[in-house]
């Protein structure tokens, strides 16, 4: 018997989206569904029963970092991943690949795209980048440097499984190897191949009946790779299925159509790392049924609320003395007790309580729109409902 | 009608101690009782909510950093402090002075003490230090330089009141000198005079009914200026009296029983910046009602985990695995979802959730303390539970 049973209860009109729930070890969850990041075994400042409060389902921790620290081990020895942070309910790791490649993103002044770009042709000339300089991979697996105390690991399909084993969540990720979206063609063919290789190998890796196993499909910007890609992962034997890679959000629309035109239908789909409403309305339409980003966590830690209206920023002198909720209307805990001018002030103050409320607040949006893009596909007025929401959204 | 209503329930057989009710505006604290402190109108990571879970009655909010972020008009346009922050309960405010004498502490490395004795030696040879050349202190009042922008302002008696009436707490304090305990005896009571005069100025310029104004008693480590003050002080029209001045831990039984054995029965009395379990016995035995401290709180911020067998330190290798709760048989919300292991892992890896965790640990530790010793006071049985608490507590 699977780990988990998942079932379509309604479906888009002409289009590959749907509304379905997905039955795991820990719980039930209503998909499509907006996963929080818990990267470290928490949701940054946030407790698992304020998560349960604002409408999530599951949560998604990350195994580079779990295994780093408190290390795989420890996770295990506390009952593992649920028991551990106290969230009651499913659980999600990822592979760890995608941690590794982007390991150095971020410490220098270059934005993603730059560091992706300058990836692709440190891969192309065989030159090294800070980037490359943490990490070395090679047909069997990964060999990485530790962001915490320079200590030197390697992740293989077989290590990726074993300590997902070990950290229990009901859902673990194939180990694949995350690339620029940038490499030329047969860079990205090749990379490909490797993933398919490693999908292989996880597939076989697999110990533990409890827990259900997605397979990765890669590709990056070339349509007929990630058409390959689907065809070979989407045959295999997996309980579910992610999309991985950074997209170019111009591709991203049709690659996700095509993938999952491919891929079977009676089976879960992940998209991984997204989380911009506007494009997970798109991912829904064409036949994502979860996300996880730590996009809204992260805006909100920033002092960026994101409302029905769109985005703003908290820190910003005219909220100073607006004495109106966060978001008006909003039924989050944040709304319902404080006000903008207190957010901002606690914002200004650099007091703890207003990262905390800021995602409290952002998570419970997230969560929502995607619950009532839900609805709206039972009801049969997701278009619509897509429609009216972005008018608005992005005005 | 005084904005307070104080009653005494039973006295500690041979001392000055009491069990009592305090009624403010905005509901009954129980004393003895220890309030948290929110500097900035927040208990610093958690929520008012659970500020009433763990057992708090009150919270105290300084009045320095409120005036100055986000202004004391903007609290009272949000309808005052209780409101602007949602604690639906009593609140205080300190005058000011202790934050504008403390400014510049703990910016170098010096130690408080030596900070205080720099102080004390500097105001003798009229010299400037570090810390007196961000204060000015004449007979009228106090110009200081913000800590967060550099700007220049000047609190009064008249001022300070003003600022406290628009932030709105029950109950508020008379500004005062606050000076280093190693000045030497004709200096001291140079500032005592300075004090007294303030609380002269503190009274008369009190306009609104609706909260109780505090005197407070000072005069460092002398006796006979200690004396002089509670007479001084505890003669005035005040509703409750405030001991301040940064004890010699020595001193401290001596003056607080040679103070309170003059200040007027019937009315509270407020130990200030006293967070110490081990001084709070000693405090209440001697009649103190109330006591606020950023101690707990800070410490736990700093990993610092306050229990009946004593302090220890969550960072320690040793709890890296250790499944029990953070303080076995303790009530509080993260002793009841969480172990030392996870807490461990929280703090070593930055995680906002561990500070929080921590907080709510300590503060209910200490409530808990302070209203057990409450019990045992009602119960007639102080003495005995002093005795057994401490043995414990410091071994």
């Known amino acids: ?10 479906k888009i009109e002409g289009a590959l989206g749907r509304a379905g729930a997905l039955k795991t070890p820990h719980g039930e969850v209503r998909t499509p569904a907006f996963v929080p990041v818990g990267t470290l075994a928490a949701v940054k400042s946030v407790t698992p029963e304020e998560l349960q409060a604002l409408g999530a389902q ?19 020895k506390a009952g593992g991943l ?9 659980t999600m790791t990822d592979s760890g ?44 697996g990964a060999t990485f440097t530790s962001h915490i105390d320079g200590t030197t690991h390697r992740f293989t399909p077989e290590r990726s499984i074993a300590i997902q084993e070990h950290i229990g969540a009901d859902i673990i990720f194939a180990f694949d190897e995350c690339t620029s979206p940038f ?19 996880s597939l076989q890796a697999k110990r533990r009946s409890d827990q259900a196993l997605f397979g990765i499909v890669q590709g990056g910007r070339y349509a007929d790779l990630r058409e390959a890609s689907a065809r070979f992962i989407g045959g295999m034997d997996f309980d579910g299925f992610g999309i991985g890679g950074s997209f170019d959000k111009n591709d991203m629309t049709s690659i996700v159509a095509l993938v999952n035109g491919i891929l079977p239908e009676n089976k879960p789909r992940h998209m991984l790392g997204i989380g911009e409403v506007e494009d997970m309305f798109e991912g829904i339409e064409r036949g994502i049924d979860l ?37 008006e209307g909003c039924g989050c805990y944040a709304c319902a007790h404080w006000t903008k001018a207190y957010l901002h ?16 607040h952002n998570l419970y949006f997230i969560v929502h729109v995607v619950d009532a893009i839900r609805q709206s596909i039972l009801d049969g007025t997701f278009f619509e409902y897509k429609k009216r929401f972005l008018e608005t959204y992005l005005r």
């Open 82 to 90: 649920s028991e551990f942070m106290g969230w009651n309910g499913p």
């Open 97 to 140: 690949g995608f941690q590794v490649f982007s390991l150095g993103f971020g410490k220098g002044k270059k934005g993603v795209t730059k560091v992706l770009r300058d990836a692709a042709t440190a891969h192309e000339n065989d030159t090294a980048t800070e980037h490359t300089k943490l990490v070395k991979i090679d047909d069997e």
């Open 345 to 360: 002030h606690l914002f200004k103050a650099k007091e703890l309580l207003g990262y905390r409320l800021a995602t409290i």
């Open 58 to 76: 599951m949560v998604l921790a990350n195994t580079y970092h779990l295994y780093l620290q408190p290390g795989d081990e420890t996770v295990a």
């Open 291 to 327: 996300f996880d980003c730590v996009l809204p966590t992260r805006l909100g830690r920033n002092g960026t609320i994101l409302t029905a209206q769109g985005k703003y920023d908290i820190c910003k002198k005219e909220h100073a003395e607006s004495f109106a909720p966060i978001e």
């Open 1 to 10: 018997m699977p780990a988990i049973e998942f079932t379509i209860e309604k």
């Open 183 to 201: 490499l030329p063609h047969d860079s990205m063919k090749a990379s490909l191949e490797r993933t398919h290789r490693w999908a292989r190998e």
